[in-house]
Every structure is written in structure tokens, then in C-alpha cells.
């Protein structure tokens, strides 16, 4: 038995044993992050499960909706849903986390992962803002989303036949490239 799965395994007992304790918040958290961490490492071996994952993010998030943790939370739960292939509700996941959080440490990664989805999505204008998000934030100036998100955001205006705005964001590339 890993050190892994011990740790779920106390986190668990403590839950049953304390449900009124003032620490069964962070427990909460911690045990769906330690279930995504076991997903995780399933991934490169084997079909990763993150459904225990996202039960736990969302028992979290029903029990303490206004836990100032949150933005964290639906971040990890949009991560898990897409892992397990359902793109639709990371995307709607990290439409909330945005709107709610709009300042979040998650911020720039959140619109990005957005712009991902939208792409795959053929929701090509909504991408392009995206994109155009983490381009304008102050936080990504040389982040390191930056250089991927123009390149996505040519392909996004490539994909409206906006040929010369899309020229632009891969020129965009080259010159820091260069």
C-alpha cells in the first residue's frame, strides 16, 4: 500500500470521525487533491480515474461555497474534468471560475486552458478572446503562456478567415523569437 493511499485512507477516517471540525475544509481539499494526485500518476500507465477527484471537488464546493479557497478548487475540478474527457463541463467550470475570480493566481492558465477548449470546440471567436485575455494581462508580459497563446490566437483568427490578423499574431511569435 503507497504512502498515497494511506494518506486518502486517514483523511477519510478523519472526515467520518470529525464532521464538525473546523479542519474538515482543508481535509476535504487535500483529499481530492490527493485523488487527483493518484490520477495523475496513473495517467502515463494506465487508464487514470478522476471521477473520485471531481466527487470530492464538488462535495467541497456545494459544503463550502463561499470558502475563499474556491477559485483553487473549481481550477483542480475544471483540471479533472478535462483529464477525464469531458470538456464541455471544464469548460463551463473555468467560464466560473473566471467570472467569480476574476483576479485569481489561476487567472492567466484558467483563460488559456479556455481558449484550448474553445479551439477544440470550433468556437473560434470566443478563443481569440481568450487568448487575447492572457495576451493583455500584466502578468503573462513574457509569462509563459504567452508565446503560445499568439500563436493559438493566429490559428483562432486563421480559422475565421481573418488571414491578415492572423499573419499579425504569428509574426507576433517570430519577432520573439527572434
Same mark, same amino acid.
Not at 487568448?131 to 508565446?147: H, I, K, M, P, W
Given at each position: 500500500?503507497? +504512502?498515497?493511499?494511506? #494518506? *486518502?485512507?486517514? @483523511?477519510?477516517? /478523519?472526515?467520518? $470521525?470529525? %464532521?464538525?471540525? !473546523? ?25 487514470? +480515474?478522476?471521477?473520485? #477527484? *471531481?466527487?470530492? @471537488?464538488?462535495? /467541497?464546493?456545494? $459544503?463550502? %461555497?463561499?470558502? !475563499? ?25 473555468? +467560464?466560473?471560475?473566471? #467570472? ?79
Amino acid at each position: 500500500v503507497s +504512502d498515497e493511499t494511506r #494518506a *486518502i485512507e486517514a @483523511y477519510r477516517r /478523519f472526515m467520518d $470521525a470529525a %464532521p464538525q471540525s !473546523p479542519q474538515r475544509p482543508q481535509a476535504m481539499r487535500r483529499l481530492g487533491d490527493l485523488e487527483m494526485d493518484r490520477a495523475d500518476a496513473k495517467a502515463g500507465s494506465g487508464e487514470p +480515474d478522476y471521477r473520485a #477527484a *471531481i466527487v470530492r @471537488y464538488q462535495d /467541497f464546493l456545494k $459544503a463550502y %461555497p463561499n470558502d !475563499p479557497s474556491n477559485d483553487r478548487v473549481l481550477y483542480q475540478l475544471a483540471r479533472a474534468q478535462e483529464q477525464s474527457g469531458d470538456l464541455e463541463t471544464s469548460l463551463k467550470t473555468l +467560464d466560473q471560475l473566471v #467570472a467569480r475570480y476574476p483576479n485569481t493566481a489561476y487567472r492567466d492558465e484558467a483563460q488559456f486552458r479556455r481558449g484550448e477548449l474553445l479551439f477544440s470546440l470550433r468556437a473560434y471567436p470566443a478563443a481569440e478572446q481568450a487568448y487575447a485575455t492572457v495576451l493583455a494581462s500584466a502578468n503573462n508580459e513574457g509569462g509563459v503562456f504567452r508565446d503560445r497563446a499568439l500563436y493559438m490566437q493566429g490559428w483562432s483568427r486563421f480559422k475565421q478567415a481573418k488571414l491578415e490578423e492572423g499573419l499579425q499574431s504569428f509574426f507576433a511569435v517570430l519577432d520573439g523569437k527572434l
